[in-house]
């Protein structure tokens, strides 16, 4: 078995390179997993703190 990649031929067609990606579409996709992580940390926080009410209220904390 060897590492090289076979050259392209009739049968095995190049496959295309995608293009390339810029800058802005970078940061919109950092900003928009941004966006979803400070949504499920806070979804998080809300829940520890919902949780830490019923605790309360229920008398074991």
Same mark, same amino acid.
Do not use: H, N
């Given at each position: ?6 050259? /392209? ?8 390179? /995608?293009? /390339? ?41």
């Amino acid at each position: 078995m060897t590492d090289e990649t076979p050259m /392209p031929t009739a049968e095995t067609p190049e496959i295309p390179q /995608p293009a /390339p990606i810029s800058q802005d579409m970078i940061r919109e996709r950092q900003r928009a997993r941004a966006k979803v992580t400070a949504w499920l940390l806070a979804g998080f926080v809300v829940l520890i703190f919902a949780i830490s009410i019923v605790k309360i209220a229920a008398g074991y904390a």
